[in-house]
């Protein structure tokens, strides 16, 4: 069965400063995407970021990257120049038919 | 830019009562799920469909029923709410097979309470 574990329960940073978010999956598959989703505390789901599984690059969105490392089956993100509205829970999930998602992070941003 | 709508945002149901939890979507997307989130958790597939017609059970379908008979709808029922029942739902449709597209589009999410 696929699972997707995120060790963290709480992180904070400091504005401006960077942050790293751990996740890491179990899977027998070798085609599958990985997401960060951000949920704020208007429980809105919001998509951060996506990586596919056969791309060797790692995903970029402006202040957000991942460093995905396929044969660990782990897939952190990284925050840079974090802001105040970063601040929220975030998950992590991984799939092929459904979406399978982590127990959740929550970043607190500190000005 | 409707997108993902469910309605009621906010339920209190007293232990044996029955409601659903209505999801529509204007994207013409082919694929929809439900979602529920307990407090502190993330977020655990109930049931999905593919299609009109189409459902299929997910992580966690006991005490739940769905049905789709038109592509944008996909309501959710509760038959003999408990209090295990308590939580935040999420309804969320995507145009294909989230592994060909990557992304989900959620509602804003419907929390139920179960007293």
């Known amino acids: 069965a696929q699972t997707v574990t995120q060790s963290q329960p709480e992180m904070s940073v400091q504005e401006a400063e960077t942050v790293t978010l751990s996740c890491t999956y179990d899977?027998?598959?070798?085609?599958?995407?990985l997401f960060w989703y951000k949920q704020p505390p208007s429980r809105q789901m919001i998509l951060v970021i996506r990586?596919?599984?056969?791309?060797?690059q790692n995903a970029t969105e402006n202040r957000f990257s991942v460093n995905f490392q396929k044969a660990a089956k782990s897939f952190s993100l990284k925050i840079s120049d974090s802001q105040l509205g970063d601040a929220a829970m975030y998950f992590c999930?991984?799939?092929?038919?459904?979406?399978?998602f982590g127990t959740g992070t929550r970043l607190q941003v500190f000005p | 830019n409707a997108g993902v709508t469910q309605t009621p945002k906010f339920r209190i149901l007293k232990i044996g009562q029955s409601m659903t939890l209505q999801c529509t979507q204007d994207?013409?997307?082919?694929?929809m799920y439900w979602y529920r989130q307990d407090p502190g958790m993330g977020l655990k597939l109930i049931y999905y469909?593919?299609?009109?017609?189409?459902?299929d059970k997910g992580e966690v379908p006991n005490g739940y029923n769905v049905s789709r008979s038109t592509t944008e709808d996909f309501p959710l029922r509760l038959e003999l709410a408990a209090p295990s029942q308590t939580s935040v739902y999420f309804c969320?449709?995507?145009?294909?097979?989230?592994?060909?597209?990557?992304?989900?589009?959620f509602g804003e999410g419907s929390r139920l309470t179960v007293l």
């Open positions: 969320a449709s995507s145009y294909s097979r989230v592994a060909n597209t990557g992304e989900l589009f």
């Open positions: 899977t027998s598959e070798s085609d599958y995407y």
């Open positions: 990586q596919e599984a056969y791309k060797q």
């Open positions: 994207m013409n997307h082919n694929y």
């Open positions: 469909s593919v299609g009109a017609g189409i459902t």
């Open positions: 999930a991984y799939n092929t038919d459904k979406l399978i």
